[in-house]
């Protein structure tokens, strides 16, 4: 276990969740640190996806604490994440493919003009594309029109897009759930920089993936789950790959 | 991927490109064009100014119905209710204004606050049991049938104050008679448009039929805006009552019967997909149109309605083969 100074961003304590006779989360603990790609990784069935719903609001944990910035947080929907400031990246991609990438943006968050017009909620579509193509830009994705649909995209842009949306509307944590699983090698290559590019903005990442070679490729720390608790907290330069996957199925045990 | 110089100094042919309105709305843009000139010479009756009006009057009632149904097309669903709500509307404002004397005005509101609780029970039903729109709409159909055969007795209304009529009634420009209520369906045209595109609540309506879990991860509330669509439609179903009893004068039972089918295929000739989240509500403009031009210009040329019915029929698998094939593509 790495000693951690500074508070976490995002902390759980004890979380549990039962489903019947089925114990997804056993007692998980979680800690997130600001300015660091966190890769949680787990067998499936390790309680990966309930632990990074219980943190994103999709599911209300049974008992355990969450604490954001050293409070305590109570979140009964994703939105409530959201509005405290997570963004969440589903691994199904939230995005309308028929619309353009400046509206999937600022999907649900549109920019309306000023004055009576704004009240009427009519919207900014000049100032939409402006701060897309900047936004963008600044994130280094090389998309040629902002007015493009969302389905003429190929799927690592796709995801570049969501990725790019929850980092912009993100005040404290990015959470990305398998954002390489389906890309191809340069695809992949490509998200993993924009990953990078958000951390280096200042906003620290929950990466869930199943790949261990991104996972050791990017992350500065790995959480490995295993039968709904944490088994590990390593820096992912102090661990070897094998041994990551041994503590994660059990083979081995810090 | 590259990184490109960001404003808007993209090459111009992919900037045009991506201006152009795609297929969706070109397509049935250029079909309305060539039927008229295909009608023009086959008949010289037909490129008439007096001839349009006709036309656009004959498409207001199932204009203003595709209104309605093309928000709910958009947001992925359908509705079947719409004609028999709309049959129902007009018996209930004729009849409110006749049996109670209440003033005309009171009379329509009443009939468009029916018209838009059957919208609001289509909404809460599909939203809050989360049932196929299809089912709801198909029962919902039947109810308001029931409902306006039991209540007018299977009596037409008539004898109708003057002020109920007042949208049947024209204007002159130049030679050409033009009535109200033409008027009222196209700038209802241009309003739900212009909502539908420039305003948030018009592109949550994209979203929701888009991906409506996507729309609802983004905090766009994806059942409210159901709901608050199958109403809006349903006050467009009252309008379009209105609109038919100012040109019929009576308030007719027994209409509405096959308005539903034919505000679906104004729809998709509009080239609105009917598996939601793309199409235009001017689209259906022209899709009405098109139907419009055809039965006008068909009559015209001496074909029989049976004909026209088949041809309609032809028109709408081809604008539905057109959305499934553009779809596999993308």
């Known amino acids: 276990m790495t000693t951690s100074s500074p508070t976490p961003v995002l902390a759980a304590r004890g979380l549990t969740k039962r489903y019947g006779q089925v114990t997804a989360l056993d007692g998980a603990d979680f800690e997130l640190l600001p300015g660091e790609i966190l890769a949680v990784i787990g067998d499936n069935g390790a309680g990966k996806s309930t632990l990074i719903k219980a943190l994103s609001g999709a599911l209300v944990p049974d008992s355990g604490e969450i604490k954001l910035d050293g409070k305590a947080v109570h979140f009964k929907s994703p939105s409530d994440a959201r509005k405290a400031g997570i963004e969440t990246v589903y691994q199904d991609l939230a995005v309308a493919p028929a619309m353009t990438i400046a509206e999937n943006l600022f999907l649900g968050r549109e920019i309306k003009r000023g004055g009576l017009l704004g009240k009427l909620h009519v919207i900014n579509k000049k100032q939409m594309l402006d701060e897309a193509v900047k936004y963008m830009q600044e994130l280094k994705i090389g998309i040629r029109s902002m007015k493009q649909a969302v389905e003429t995209l190929s799927g690592g842009q796709r995801q570049g897009v969501a990725v790019a949306r929850s980092a912009a509307f993100a005040k404290h944590v990015v959470i990305l759930d398998e954002p390489t699983a389906a890309l191809g090698v340069k695809e992949s290559g490509m998200v993993l920089d924009l990953i990078r590019r958000v951390r280096d903005r200042g906003l620290p990442v929950i990466l869930i993936s199943h790949n261990m070679p991104h996972v050791f490729e990017i992350s500065d720390r790995i959480h490995i789950q295993r039968l709904g608790r944490r088994a590990a907290l390593v820096n992912t330069k102090d661990i070897t790959m094998p041994d990551a996957v041994a503590i994660m199925t059990g083979a081995k045990t810090i | ?330």
């Open chain 2, 1 to 330: 991927m590259s990184t490109q110089t960001p404003k808007s100094s993209n090459p111009a042919s992919s900037s045009i490109l991506s201006k152009l309105p795609p297929l969706t709305i070109l397509g049935p843009l250029a079909a309305l064009l060539l039927s008229i000139i295909f009608f023009s010479l086959q008949s010289d009756r037909f490129l008439a100014g007096r001839n349009f009006s006709l036309i656009v009057q004959q498409v207001m009632v199932v204009g203003v119905l595709a209104i309605g149904q093309t928000l709910v097309v958009l947001t992925g669903g359908i509705d079947l209710s719409n004609g028999m709500v709309m049959a129902l509307g007009q018996v209930v404002m004729t009849k409110f204004a006749m049996d109670f004397g209440m003033p005309p005005y009171l009379a329509i509101l009443c009939g468009l606050l029916v018209t838009m609780g059957f919208g609001f029970l289509n909404g809460l039903l599909i939203t809050r049991i989360n049932l196929p729109p299809f089912i709801v709409t198909l029962g919902t159909l039947n109810i308001a049938f029931a409902i306006t055969q039991i209540y007018s007795k299977a009596q037409t209304v008539s004898n109708l104050p003057d002020s109920m009529l007042l949208l049947g009634e024209t204007f002159k420009i130049g030679e050409t008679a033009i009535n109200y209520g033409s008027v009222l369906m196209l700038l209802l045209f241009l309003f739900v448009w212009f909502v539908l595109r420039d305003t948030a609540p018009g592109r949550h309506v994209y979203a929701v039929g888009n991906n409506a879990e996507a729309a609802r991860l983004n905090g766009i509330p994806s059942k409210r805006v159901l709901l608050i669509i199958y109403t809006l439609a349903g006050l467009m179903y009252g309008i379009a009552a209105l609109l038919l009893v100012a040109r019929t004068s009576v308030g007719d039972p027994n209409a509405g019967q096959t308005e539903n089918l034919e505000s679906i295929t104004a729809v998709v000739l509009g080239g609105t997909s009917l598996f939601g989240g793309r199409g235009n509500v001017l689209g259906t403009l022209i899709g009405a149109l098109i139907v419009g031009v055809f039965r006008n210009g068909l009559t015209l040329i001496g074909v029989s309605s049976v004909y026209q019915i088949l041809i309609t029929g032809i028109l709408v698998i081809l604008a539905v083969t057109t959305d499934q094939l553009s779809r596999r593509k993308g």
